[in-house]
């Protein structure tokens, strides 16, 4: 048996060219304003994997999203950079972290 397959749809990139609804009428339909909406919880059966994948291929704006993948254009969180406390100068019981007054 192959992964699992669950989606989510990002309904704020969605606009309306309804190639989802088309491809996996079962899984997306559209509302009175021609927007994608999701029919279900996200999880996919095996048997109807291939429409929503052909969907979420076609997407031209790419509002469907497999879950746990992430987008190709965010870029990677960066660390938090902790200041180094043995530098850390003090007047008057006050932080200056690198500043004059």
């Known amino acids: 048996m192959s992964e699992p397959l669950r989606i989510k749809l990002d309904r704020t990139l969605c606009d309306g060219f309804g190639i989802c609804a088309r491809h996996a009428p079962d899984y997306f339909s559209l509302d009175d304003w021609g927007y994608a909406v999701l029919v279900g919880d996200g ?28 987008r190709p254009d965010e870029t ?24 004059t007054r």
Not at 56 to 67: K, M, S, Y
Not at 79 to 90: S, V, W, Y
């Open 43 to 70: 999880n996919i059966p095996e048997q109807h994997r291939d429409a929503v994948r052909r969907a979420l291929l076609d997407c031209p704006v790419h509002a469907i999203l497999e879950i746990g993948e992430r």
């Open 76 to 99: 990677p969180i960066q660390p938090l950079r902790e200041p180094d406390l043995d530098q850390l100068k003090t007047e008057d019981n006050e932080a200056e972290w690198g500043f």
